[in-house]
């Protein structure tokens, strides 16, 4: 992973995330339940093997102005998981992403999706 968020806020803004060996940016909410979230601004996420972001466990992703493309598998993807706690076996906690115009994500070789 080029740039990995969990539980935290943090911003990139004009930076060049690219040939990663999994996803270019990873964003989780924390492992005790909180959240974590990304923007993304003015930047290129390109040419990783897998995700060009990956959002996932409570996390949120803001993108503005910025190219997502040539990544091996999504552009973004969206993963929506079950956690447990006391009261709900399978509580589901969604991932949130917001993207802004004159943003690009390239959806012939990966798009925005939900598994």
């Known amino acids: 992973v080029g740039v990995g968020v969990e539980g935290a806020q943090v911003t990139i ?9 999994r996803h270019g940016i990873a964003v989780f909410g924390s492992l005790e339940g909180g959240s974590g979230g990304c923007t993304v601004s003015s930047s290129s ?11 996932r466990d409570g996390g949120s992703l803001t993108v503005r102005e910025s190219s997502i493309t040539g990544n091996g598998e999504y552009g973004m993807e969206l993963q929506v ?5 006391l009261f709900s076996p399978y509580s589901a906690v969604a991932a949130v992403v917001v993207l802004s ?15």
């Open 81 to 85: 998981d079950r956690r447990s706690d």
């Open 45 to 55: 996420v390109s040419s990783n093997k897998m995700n060009g972001i990956l959002v």
């Open 13 to 21: 803004n004009k930076c060049t995330i690219h040939d990663c060996e």
């Open 101 to 115: 115009e004159r943003s690009i994500c390239d959806f012939s070789t990966g798009n925005l999706c939900n598994r």
